[in-house]
């Protein structure tokens, strides 16, 4: 019987590190971004249903975030300064991660290798939206972490992020997300801990 790799090579998302030019308090790597990312997606895509007449799939969009960044295991996590520095590099960069999902296919069974083109594909312009904005939001938590660890590293990517993160607010699913859950963020356990019961 054939093997097929592609799990094992996902499973190497966990030694792929992210902010790598960057002095963290904690490390974090591509899987662990990923679950978060996929935990804020469906928050969002949840409260847009709820709140906002959407009409999303929120169990879609988080399974879309748990392999937004899958990729890596074959590219790498290139610094966003240069993925994003001009168009060409941009296009460039792009047509490598399309190469890497048809490279990352071949590893699964041909019956599965449909199911997963469709979740490496980007979605509908809302589950886009979504996507990126649980993305940016990581980014922005993990800021305000290192920041709250007394990590001033982080400071000048924060204000950055943070200009990213006001002009995504103008979708009020994530609006309504910063503005209620993010905040907690900076916070230490014995103050998040405070509406548990004992």
Same mark, same amino acid.
């Given at each position: 019987?054939?093997?097929?790799?592609?799990?094992?090579?996902?499973?190497?998302?966990?030694?792929?590190?992210?902010?790598?030019?960057?002095?963290?308090?904690?490390?974090?790597?591509?899987?662990?971004?990923?679950?978060?990312?996929?935990?804020?997606?469906?928050?969002?895509?949840?409260?847009?249903?709820?709140?906002?007449?959407?009409?999303?799939?929120?169990?879609?969009? *988080?399974?879309? !975030? &748990?392999?937004?960044? /899958?990729?890596?295991? @074959?590219?790498?996590? $290139? =610094?966003?300064?240069?993925?994003?520095?001009?168009?060409?590099?941009?296009? *460039?960069?792009? !047509? &490598?991660?399309?190469? /890497?999902?048809?490279? @990352?296919?071949?590893? $699964? =069974?041909?019956?599965?290798?449909?199911?997963?083109?469709?979740?490496?594909?980007?979605?509908?312009?809302?589950?886009?939206?979504?996507?990126?904005?649980?993305?940016?939001?990581?980014?922005?938590?993990?800021?305000?972490?290192?920041?709250?660890?007394?990590?001033?590293?982080?400071?000048?990517?924060?204000?950055?992020?943070?200009?990213?993160?006001?002009?995504?607010?103008?979708?009020?699913?994530?609006?309504?997300?910063?503005?209620?859950?993010?905040?907690?963020?900076?916070?230490?356990?014995?103050?998040?801990?405070?509406?548990?019961?004992?």
């Amino acid at each position: 019987m054939k093997s097929n790799h592609f799990f094992a090579y996902l499973g190497r998302m966990k030694l792929i590190d992210r902010w790598a030019l960057m002095r963290c308090t904690q490390r974090e790597n591509v899987q662990e971004h990923s679950l978060q990312v996929a935990m804020f997606a469906h928050a969002i895509a949840l409260i847009k249903n709820k709140h906002f007449g959407g009409k999303l799939s929120p169990d879609n969009i *988080a399974v879309k !975030a &748990i392999f937004h960044d /899958a990729t890596e295991v @074959l590219t790498g996590d $290139l =610094p966003t300064p240069v993925k994003y520095f001009n168009n060409e590099i941009r296009e *460039a960069y792009s !047509a &490598i991660e399309d190469h /890497a999902v048809a490279q @990352l296919l071949k590893l $699964l =069974p041909d019956d599965l290798q449909g199911d997963y083109a469709n979740i490496f594909a980007g979605g509908s312009e809302d589950e886009a939206k979504i996507l990126k904005a649980a993305d940016v939001i990581s980014a922005y938590v993990k800021c305000v972490e290192e920041e709250a660890a007394n990590n001033h590293e982080f400071s000048r990517a924060r204000k950055t992020i943070e200009l990213k993160l006001k002009d995504l607010c103008a979708l009020p699913e994530v609006e309504y997300f910063v503005r209620h859950f993010v905040p907690s963020f900076s916070l230490t356990l014995d103050e998040i801990s405070q509406p548990l019961t004992p």
